[in-house]
């Protein structure tokens, strides 16, 4: 088990229509506050009239996308967790739309190790992704979506990948 330290008493929304997965995360994640939805509009409610450390968000059958962009607006880190949706497009926008990461519901086991990587990631300036890419390599995808996974967008992934380099080279430097 990973340590919880940067974890510890954290208050934590997570929102997915599966109420396994609720139970599970909230099992998972027995060290902070958590806040169990299943429903777009009470996660909505609650993301607008609460302050949360973290928003784990299903990206599927609660519009989780719609909630990341209340998220961001509320300055709330937010990871985007999927079984369905768990495709490079959605990769990408999750991406793009300013998610701290995402995971695919098979790792959900590993959500507090993910969770704390984004939180170190976080205090020390760093992009959230880096960790996870580590976490979760090329090879990983390559054998869910084939080798040629980013291919259909060869320009993003390679500003991704110099961005996370640059800042982990920046990071190193202010050591």
Same mark, same amino acid.
């Given at each position: 088990?990973?340590?919880?330290?940067?974890?510890?008493?954290?208050?934590?929304?997570?929102?997915?229509?599966? %109420?396994?997965?609720?139970? !599970? /995360?909230?099992?998972? *994640?027995?060290?902070?506050?958590?806040?169990?939805?299943?429903? +777009?509009?009470? $996660?909505?409610?609650?993301?607008?009239?609460?302050?949360?450390?973290? $928003?784990?968000?299903?990206?599927?059958?609660?519009?989780?996308?719609? /909630? /990341?962009?209340?998220?961001?607006?509320?300055?709330? =880190? $937010?990871?985007?967790?999927? !079984? %369905?949706? +768990?495709t490079p497009d959605n990769l990408v926008k999750s991406i793009k739309e300013?998610?701290?990461?995402? *995971?695919?519901? #098979? #790792?959900?086991?590993?959500?507090? =190790?993910?969770?704390?990587?984004?939180?170190? $990631?976080?205090?020390?300036?760093?992009?959230?992704?880096?960790?996870?890419?580590?976490?979760?390599? =090329?090879?990983?995808?390559?054998?869910?979506?084939?080798? !040629?996974?980013?291919?259909?967008?060869? #320009?993003?992934?390679?500003? +991704?990948? !110099?961005?996370?380099?640059?800042r982990i080279a920046q990071s190193k430097k202010s050591d």
């Amino acid at each position: 088990m990973a340590d919880s330290s940067l974890l510890d008493g954290k208050k934590i929304l997570v929102v997915d229509d599966e %109420h396994d997965i609720l139970e !599970a /995360l909230e099992e998972l *994640l027995s060290m902070c506050d958590v806040v169990k939805v299943s429903t +777009f509009d009470k $996660a909505k409610d609650l993301l607008e009239s609460q302050d949360f450390d973290i $928003a784990i968000l299903d990206i599927m059958g609660v519009d989780g996308y719609r /909630l /990341l962009d209340i998220a961001n607006r509320r300055n709330i =880190t $937010a990871v985007m967790l999927t !079984a %369905h949706a +768990f495709t490079p497009d959605n990769l990408v926008k999750s991406i793009k739309e300013g998610a701290a990461s995402y *995971l695919p519901k #098979e #790792e959900l086991t590993n959500i507090e =190790t993910f969770l704390n990587d984004v939180l170190e $990631a976080k205090k020390k300036g760093e992009n959230t992704w880096g960790p996870w890419q580590e976490r979760l390599p =090329t090879s990983y995808f390559e054998k869910r979506w084939g080798a !040629a996974w980013q291919d259909t967008d060869k #320009e993003f992934w390679e500003r +991704f990948r !110099a961005s996370i380099k640059d800042r982990i080279a920046q990071s190193k430097k202010s050591d």
